[in-house]
Every structure is written in C-alpha cells, then in structure tokens.
C-alpha cells in the first residue's frame, strides 16, 4: 500500500490521537455507563478512521 501511495511505511504505521472534548446524546432515557462508554469508545475509534483518511488523501483540515 505504501508504494501505491507513495508514502513510507512508517506514515501508514503511526497512531493518531483523537481525543473528545464533550459528548451530548439525544435518547429519552439516560444511558447507563456502559452503554455510555460503548458509545463514546465507537466515535473515537470512527475520528480517528477518519482524520487518517484525510491525512492520507492531504487533507489537512482535520476535526481540529
């Protein structure tokens, strides 16, 4: 994948950090923690799916 990108590898390899800063649900009945923290560890793992596309497509203008 590297060489089709033209990227080194170690691009590709490294971790990007998404950190949320606040979370709002929209449900009518409070969640528990669990399902809380489900819900939040799903988001962060999409962010950070997302902002390494866009880093690899140049698209620097990440969620900030």
């Not at 669990?34 to 620097?60: H, P």
């Amino acid at each position: 994948m590297s060489r089709a990108l033209d990227l080194k590898v170690e691009f590709l390899l490294r971790r990007v950090d998404v950190r949320l800063a606040v979370a709002s649900f929209r449900c009518r009945k409070a969640l528990p923690a669990k399902q809380r923290r489900t819900v939040l560890a799903e988001v962060q793992g999409l962010a950070e799916r997302y902002v390494q596309a866009a880093e690899l497509f140049g698209e620097s203008e990440s969620a900030g």
